[in-house]
């Protein structure tokens, strides 16, 4: 599986319009994928208290890593090896990303500083996502889709800024966005975002019965030392403390309409 991963990676081309950014298909084999499958739970039988705590979302479940339900997960073989492969790409994708790292982050990271975090979700019929940013101590976040009807709608879709000059908010108006590119999302298929200021992207409304299964993985910057002034990352992470552009929450309301998604 890390092999084939491996290469699907390396093989795909780096987007630069509008940000950095890899879409892969048939990431692992098909075996690999019928296998894992096979383990995930659908949407019904996530307990709405084991679902992530910040979300009223009517349309998506993500299971809490330290719930019974993700603890009974990560026993099994194939929910592990998953979570192992996306650990052991991380030179890979770190180094496909490197030379705009270098670019846009204030300081040299090491993969070995570079924390990895993941956590399940199942959406179903009627969920959507407006456009926004991804939390700011993420370097790279990845969604790995196993399961999902793209004939139905729940295209990822890529944003650009109207103006140059905009400044960056994390839920932006969707009148200074343009749509540059949309994404069919197939089972099998992971983009993965480097993600800088202006990484704005949203998802279509699904409009299948059939469950889409995902992985949201993550790439932390590394948890700041007590005593500094950036130092509760839970608390609410500096904005400012990896990036060199500066990002802000103009609007509570909008935030607010994104997190009951």
Known sequence: MLNTARNKILNTRVEKDPFPYLFVRNLISKKDLNNLNKVLPNYESIYDNEVLYQSSSKTKKTILPKSKNYKELNKNKEFKK??????????????????????????????????????????????????????????????????????????????????????????????????????????????????????YHSVSEYKSIKDRKYFYMVYDFPIVKSGSKYKNRKAGFNQNQFWKKEVTIKSLKRKKTFLTE
């Open 82 to 199: 998953i979570n192992s492969i996306f650990q052991k790409l991380k030179p890979t994708i770190v180094k496909k990303f490197n030379r705009y790292i270098n670019l846009y982050v204030k300081k040299n990271i090491s993969n070995k500083s570079l924390k990895y975090h993941s956590s399940y979700s199942v959406m179903k019929k009627g969920y959507k996502k407006s456009p926004h940013l991804d939390r700011r101590d993420h370097l790279i976040h990845m969604i790995f889709y196993p399961s999902s009807e793209p004939s139905k709608g729940g295209e990822i879709c890529i944003h650009k800024m109207k103006k140059k000059k905009q400044s960056f908010d994390v839920f932006p108006e969707k009148k200074n966005l343009i749509i540059k590119k949309k994404y069919k999302v197939f089972d099998n298929s992971c983009i993965i975002i480097l993600n800088v200021p202006w990484a």
